[in-house]
């Protein structure tokens, strides 16, 4: 199935491991990286081919690892003060491993969920109190 796909991510140092086809017409690809200039060797990449372009609203959340960082996210925003930097990420001893790479795939969505979080609560209390100042005095600001 797909010989000449396959043939063409071989050449650009992928590996085809498994073709699922989903819905009757999308067929999504899981790929395996053998070659160093596409990034750490053996990552896994997936790769869909759709008949019909998905919304974005269909899009969104629609993977583990999105979830997980957009969750980490809205955990991290009511534990700290401000999120953790890209860069500090490995060295955070308070997730696991497979969390780690999920926040460094999707750190955008990480983002998301911390300061969606605090700017929902700005709003409300924008809302509930009828002022900027008063909500921002119940913040601390």
């Not at 759709?50 to 974005?56: L, Q």
């Not at 997980?68 to 500090?88: D, Q, R, V, W």
């Not at 490995?90 to 605090?118: A, C």
Request: aromatic share 12%; net charge negative.
């Amino acid at each position: 199935m797909f010989p000449k796909l396959r043939e063409a991510l071989l050449l650009e140092g992928y590996v085809v491991t498994c073709i699922e086809q989903r819905d009757g017409t999308d067929f999504r690809f899981t790929l395996l990286n053998l070659d160093e200039r596409n990034g750490k060797l053996g990552d896994t990449f997936y790769m869909t081919f759709e008949k019909n372009k998905p919304s974005p609203v269909f899009e969104f959340l629609n993977t583990c690892e999105e979830i997980h960082a957009f969750g980490i996210g809205l955990i991290h925003s009511c534990k700290t003060l401000k999120p953790i930097k890209y860069n500090e990420l490995e060295n955070n001893d308070g997730l696991s491993p497979d969390l780690i790479k999920d926040l460094q795939d999707e750190y955008h969505y990480y983002l998301v969920g911390f300061w969606g979080l605090r700017i929902a609560i700005v709003i409300g209390l924008i809302l509930v109190t009828g002022t900027v100042d008063t909500a921002l005095h119940l913040l601390g600001w």
